[in-house]
């Protein structure tokens, strides 16, 4: 029989935990992320069928940066909207699945502190050949007034501003990690009981590593110092280790996971034809810098701190340098030489 590690705190369980240590907390932030828990295990159970189901394939629209929609982002997309508006925790939402934020109207929602933003589903070019691919998730507490419906500027905040920010990975395991200013936790998901359990406790990103991350096939349109820290990654001598290994998998979630845990450094720079990169800004890089740098990390945008940027709109898009501190500082040794 399957012993139960009682010692193991559940998600639940370790967020109301965290509760103890605020008196005045309403818990709503626990109750927030239960919601995402639960929308996670669903968005697992149709990932896990993916090869089974008619669920693979375009959904036969197109989203709003003009992206072929796959079927289990409008499922996914679904899930984390259903979870958010019939929740007692959160007031609106926007994704990278729709064109403009979401007030939820009801009387509840609007006394709502928090609002959310999320990438459904993230490395969706991932989905029909069974490899890692994830959802990222961002919270803020809102800047109007509560009663009311959450407008634009809730939405339109820098990312210093999160009040939590983490991720899913449908892995070989599934995993939800998550970030508030307390530090970063992982939780992995128990199939047996179908609960997420703390795994990775307190999660620190080694300040070096030996992992750089890129896409290699846009070399040529990177920018002079982007392609000369690229060269130096493939030329570091023996007596530094050697070079760096390429690891790129095409999932941020998974490739900036890895690179968490094991120390690394992830690069979607602006290109020659896309100087503005390809990442967004709300759904993928600020959620991702406040956890890289919770966890000791730096995250940049190759001249600014990707955390202090003023978003001018919900899906505008930003060059992404993100992970280990002493890489990231290697890589600006290049941006801002002479
Ligand atoms: P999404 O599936 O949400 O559109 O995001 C995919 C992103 C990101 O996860 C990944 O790092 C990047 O696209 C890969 O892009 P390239 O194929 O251009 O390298
Ligand atoms: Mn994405
Ligand atoms: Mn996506």
Redesign the pocket.
Same mark, same amino acid.
């Given at each position: 029989m399957l012993a139960i590690n009682r010692k193991v705190l559940t998600l639940d369980e370790f967020t109301i935990q965290q509760l103890r240590d605020f008196p005045n907390a309403t818990g709503e932030l626990s109750t927030l992320l239960r919601d995402i828990g639960l929308a996670a295990k669903r968005v697992n159970v149709e990932v896990n069928k993916a090869g089974l189901v008619d669920i693979l394939g375009d959904a036969g629209s197109i989203n709003v940066?003009g992206?072929d929609v796959k079927k289990l +982002?409008v499922f996914a997309n679904n899930q984390f909207t259903g979870v958010l508006k019939h929740g007692i925790s959160c007031a609106g939402i926007a994704s990278?699945e729709f064109d403009d934020h979401i007030p939820f109207d009801d009387a509840i929602s609007q006394n709502s502190k928090y609002i959310c933003l999320f +990438?459904p589903?993230?490395? !969706? !070019?991932?989905i029909d050949v069974n490899i890692s &691919?994830?959802t990222i998730f961002s919270v803020y507490r809102r800047v109007s007034e509560k009663g009311e419906k959450v407008v634009i500027n809730d939405f339109l905040q820098p990312g210093i501003k999160q009040v939590a920010a983490g991720y899913i990975i449908y892995g070989s395991s599934t995993m939800l990690v998550y970030a508030t200013r307390r530090g970063v936790n992982g939780f992995t998901l128990d199939p047996s009981i179908g609960e997420f359990c703390l795994s990775h406790p307190n999660i620190k990103c080694p300040e070096f590593g030996k992992i750089y991350s890129v896409?290699h096939?846009?070399f040529f349109r990177y920018t002079k110092p982007v392609q000369k820290y690229i060269d130096t990654c493939q030329k570091k001598d023996e007596n530094n280790g050697g070079p760096y290994s390429q690891r /790129? &998998?095409? !999932?941020?979630?998974a +490739?900036l996971h890895r690179n968490l845990l094991k120390g690394g450094i992830?690069m /979607?720079p602006g290109t020659t034809d896309k100087p503005g990169g390809?990442?967004?800004l709300l /759904?993928?890089c600020n959620p991702f810098a406040f956890i890289v740098e919770v966890a000791g990390g730096k995250a940049i945008d190759g001249i600014r701190r990707i955390l202090d940027i003023q978003p001018s709109s919900l899906h505008q898009r930003t060059p992404f340098f993100a992970g280990s501190k002493g890489m990231i500082g290697e890589l600006e040794d290049f941006l801002t030489a002479k």
């Open positions: 940066q992206e +982002d990278e +990438d589903l993230d490395g !969706s !070019s991932n &691919i994830g896409n096939g846009n /790129y &998998i095409g !999932s941020m979630v +490739d992830f /979607y390809k990442l967004r /759904y993928e």
